[in-house]
């Protein structure tokens, strides 16, 4: 089902709604449901550290919010994955290997600071700013359950 069908659905049940409020609460009720349920997850672009640097920006996908970090991991030579620990505050340490990150949303701390150059794979759950960054795909109709 598209938001257009959607939004013309409710149309035919809610006779002389206006539709910008129709599209605002489709769009809060979306918003509530990537937050609740972690449906809109994606990979953003990989952090290539640099040797002394802890603090680094995160770019959203277009039409959406970053609301939380989900994984990182390195990808080991050899096959396999070092995952880092998510810590609740952003702390201050000595340097070496990435063990831990924080995040405001914004931008991603590693803990202890790196002395190595290291990518790291970021996994985030996203919420859409608009309707027109919704997947369509993840709207179902109840019948197809």
């Excluded at 598209?2 to 002389?16: C, F, K, P, S, Y």
Aim: charged residues 15%; negative net charge.
């Amino acid at each position: 089902m598209t938001l257009e069908e959607l939004r013309n659905d409710l149309l035919a049940e809610m006779n002389g709604c206006p539709v910008p409020a129709i599209d605002r609460a489709l769009l809060q009720t979306t918003q509530d449901a990537c937050r609740d349920a972690t449906l809109l997850t994606q990979d953003l672009t990989a952090i290539n550290t640099v040797a002394g640097t802890s603090s680094y920006a995160l770019t959203a996908p277009a039409n959406t919010y970053i609301l939380r970090i989900n994984k990182m991991h390195e990808t080991l030579v050899g096959g396999g994955a070092k995952h880092l620990t998510p810590s609740p505050v952003m702390t201050q340490d000595r340097s070496g290997t990435a063990e831990y990150f924080w995040t405001d949303g914004l931008s991603v701390f590693l803990n202890p600071v790196p002395d190595a150059v290291k990518t790291y794979n970021v996994s985030a759950v996203l919420v859409p700013k608009t309707l027109a960054g919704f997947p369509v795909n993840l709207i179902v109709r109840e019948s197809s359950l």
